[in-house]
């Protein structure tokens, strides 16, 4: 059974920074791609980054040059590093992982992100 555990989430103030943790069991991470939404309170869950198994990066265009994704396979764990937050990152955050083959997704939990003002 694959499971994904979030973690690190938290208060910040604007300005501040946050990493996130995605710890992934049952299954081996290098064979994923790996995914960060946000959902914000009423609205839609969005995309956030991405990071392939080969190791390159996309970004959404409102946390770019902000945010970093990476990996550590040895470790089975994914990592969204935050920085210069804003109050409109505000939402819960998921890491999800899809195979790029076949296509099969699964996805944590979520933490909470609350920047404050």
């Known amino acids: 059974q694959v499971q994904l555990v979030e973690s690190g989430g938290g208060l910040v103030q604007s300005g501040g920074s946050l990493s996130l943790s995605c710890a992934v069991s049952?299954?081996?991470?290098?064979?994923?791609?790996v995914n960060w939404y946000r959902q914000a309170p009423g609205k839609q869950r969005e995309w956030v980054a991405q990071?392939?198994?080969?190791?390159?990066?996309v970004y959404v265009a409102s946390v770019k040059g902000r945010f970093t994704i990476s990996r550590d396979n040895a470790k089975n764990a994914a990592y969204l590093q935050m920085n210069s937050l804003k109050p409109e990152d505000t939402a819960v955050y998921s890491c999800?992982?899809?195979?790029?083959?076949?296509?099969?997704?699964?996805w944590g939990q979520g933490t909470q992100v609350t920047v404050s003002t």
């Open positions: 999800n992982i899809q195979h790029p083959k076949y296509g099969y997704a699964y």
């Open positions: 049952g299954s081996a991470l290098r064979d994923y791609t």
């Open positions: 990071i392939s198994n080969g190791g390159n990066t």
